[in-house]
């Protein structure tokens, strides 16, 4: 039988790559602000997208850049990945030869801030030591462009890529010689940039990037052990996902207090690390059910917040978890404690939870078995979704979520969008549906208090995703694959979203705005 994010997989799985039917243009708007603005946020507030540079530059073995875990999982074949069609990202968007023109379509488009991130492979492609020039004059003109235009740029140190190199060497993130590479990493990146970068973010969905390589085998590295993963050849589903997750949030304190001594005073700059944030409602009311979902709260972010805020892991974790996760020295946890400027969520849709806590009577457990939960995306039969369902409340409720368990720290929504089937329709009417509901959520939740800055739409342009390769699509831009040029065309939600950043009148986008109660 298959347990909680397995069967989720699965869902995900048919969620990019299934047959979607939409009936009209008409827009509904479940329980939030319905109408609204650019001038009804603060000033400050920032609206932007970005992409990642796996998924986005292409040129993979282009200018002295070498392999990432994420070229090597990608090129492992249709059955070691079949959910991404055997596709890979050698080229994808082409943005490392077409970023100036992507960046005056940025601009065009009025966007306020740009999310991206520093492929390790490209800037130091040995993975420690010499800095390779051609990627450094690329960043660096990437970096100058998007101020030249007045855009704020963010950036992402880790986006799913350690180099390959240091993967062979002693296994990447499964050892704890990852952190001294990682803060070396991160320091030329901030010698060399941070004089212009402010935002910076160590790992991006730092839980997801953990589960998904190391549990369940379906993003990078691919790592994980029956019974619990997908194809896996090796690694260790009980206590890998613990280790990894336990190294990455060392670097992750380690680069902060390298940033903070030697170059904030200077550069006045920010940083900060991403999770992935489902919202966790409870099935049912019974007791059962709502103890599980505090426990899936405990499990998905808890994990990583808890050690950033408090300086350890959740007990419930550490109950279940056992030996398999590891321990913070005083020192560590000292450390560990306050380790962030602002947090980055990834926030897509809301998980309806049931109790399941008899799985942790299983003699071997994994991060599922020991969190004891299953959850589909509705409180019906919604196992398998054609997208995701647009439940903005949950936005609301997870930053609420933020202000009152973890004392409302700085947030960027640094992820949200709606997969659709890649094609050449640029009416993506439930795409501006889904952007339009979670826009006035996060207005609702500002209004309510919530410490959130900024709002980025995943992903500017159709590329390779994580789960569906070529065959989902989350752009406000099309990509041609088809043209050698890759030409790229704007969407009805690029329009909508411009508009709206624009201050201009939206009903001249979509005339034909419902309210539904939710």
Partial sequence: MYNSVRLLVLSLLLLVIGNYVYDDARFFVYGVVDEYGRDDFPDEFVFGSGTSAYQFEGAVLEDGRSF????????????????????????????????????????????????????????IPNGRGSVNIKGLQFYNDFINRLIAHGIQPHVTLHHFDIPQILADEYGGWTSRKSVKDFVAFADVCFREFGDRVLHWTTFNEANIFTLGGYDYGFSPPGRCSSPFGFYCSKGNSTSEPYLVAHNLLLSHASAVRLYRQKYKAMQHGFIGLNLLGFWFEPYTNKTEDVKATQRARDFYL???????????????????????????TKFESQRMKGSFDFLG?????????????????????????????????????????????????????????????????????????QAQPRNATLMDTPRVEYLHAYIGALLDALRNGSNTRGY??????????????????????????????????????????????????????IPNIMVKDS
Wanted: glycine residues 8%; contains cysteine; negative net charge.
């Fill in 345 to 417: 969520m990834n926030h897509y849709t809301t998980l309806y939870v049931k109790d399941n806590s008899i799985s942790l009577e299983m003699d071997t457990r994994d991060f599922d078995a020991d969190m004891g939960v299953t959850y589909t995306f509705g409180t019906g039969n919604e196992l398998f979704p054609a997208q995701f369902p647009v439940a903005p409340l949950g936005l609301q409720s997870l930053l609420n979520y933020m202000k009152e368990e973890y004392g409302n720290p700085p947030i960027y929504i640094h992820e949200n969008g």
């Fill in 302 to 328: 808890g994990w990583f917040l808890n050690p950033l805020v408090n300086g350890d892991y959740p007990e419930i974790m550490k109950k279940n978890a056992g030996n398999r996760i590891p321990t913070f």
């Fill in 68 to 123: 990432s875990i994420w070229d090597t999982f990608a090129h492992s074949g249709n059955t070691r990945v079949p959910w991404n069609n055997g596709d890979n990202a050698d080229i994808t968007c082409d943005g490392y030869h077409k970023y100036k023109e992507d960046i005056e379509l940025i601009a065009d488009m009025g966007l306020e801030a740009y999310r991206f991130s520093i492929s390790w492979s490209r800037l």
């Fill in 456 to 509: 980025f739409v995943w992903s500017f342009l159709d590329l390779f995703e994580v789960i569906g390769g070529y065959a989902s699509a989350y752009g406000l831009y099309y990509v041609d694959m088809a043209d050698k040029e890759l030409t790229r065309y704007p969407k009805l939600s690029a329009h909508w979203y411009a508009n709206f950043i624009k201050g201009k009148n939206l009903s001249a986008i």
